[in-house]
Each structure stands twice: as C-alpha cells, then as structure tokens.
C-alpha cells in the first residue's frame, strides 16, 4: 500500500527553521505531483505548498510565500517543506499529500498521518 510518512517536526523557537520532510513508499511517486497541507486544532486544513514532479514549478499560500521552500529529491522518493522565520500561526501538525498527476491539483489521492510543529516565543 502507498504511503507517505511526514518527519522533522517538533518544538522550535519563533525565528527559527525546520526542515520538515516526506518519505514517499513507492517509485511511482517520483511522477506525482506533492504537496503540504497545515491544520491547526479547531480549524479547517489548509494548503501550504505544492510542487511539480520535476520540482520546477512550486506553488505558495499567500501567508507562507517567501518563509516557505518546497522541494524535493525524486532518486530518494522525498519532499520537503523548508520552513524560515517561525512565527507562532505556524503552530500546527502539517500533512504531506500527493496526486496522481504529473502537476499539482486538487483534491490530494494520498495523505500523510502529519507531524507536529509547534513555535514558541
């Protein structure tokens, strides 16, 4: 079964940077395109980043342009999610997503269980 499995989160001080990233289970992955969604309790999901599967063409939420980095490595299967400047909205458990296509669209085929980043002041 395909899976995707989200690390690097944890607790960091505002200002600060976390890599956050996410391992892809099989190579067929190397063709989808991926992308991160946050979720703060009590609230609704929502997109962060997104990119292509030849990692050229990344796509930005208005509030994390320019603090945020997506990337990825298609010989390791993983993507991730470089994260400048924390501030405390970015407290959240963030969830890695694919689509079975070659760029970006919604809604996401697959979903990670999420990893924790929570900032501090």
């Known amino acids: 079964q395909a899976d995707l499995v989200e690390s690097g989160g944890g607790f960091v001080q505002a200002a600060g940077s976390l890599r956050l990233s996410c391992a892809a289970s099989e190579p067929q992955f190397r063709t989808y395109a991926m992308g991160w969604f946050r979720q703060v309790y009590g609230k609704e999901r929502e997109f962060v980043a997104a990119?292509?599967?030849?990692?050229?063409?990344?796509l930005y939420a208005a509030p994390v342009k320019g603090r945020f980095t997506i990337s990825r490595d298609n010989a390791k299967i993983t993507v991730y999610l470089q994260i400048n400047n924390l501030n405390l909205d970015d407290t959240a458990i963030y969830y890695c997503?694919?689509?079975?296509?070659?760029?970006?669209?919604?809604?996401?085929?697959?979903w990670g269980r999420g990893t924790q980043v929570f900032v501090s002041s």
């Open positions: 990119i292509d599967w030849t990692g050229e063409k990344p």
């Open positions: 997503a694919a689509v079975r296509r070659l760029y970006w669209s919604l809604p996401p085929d697959y």
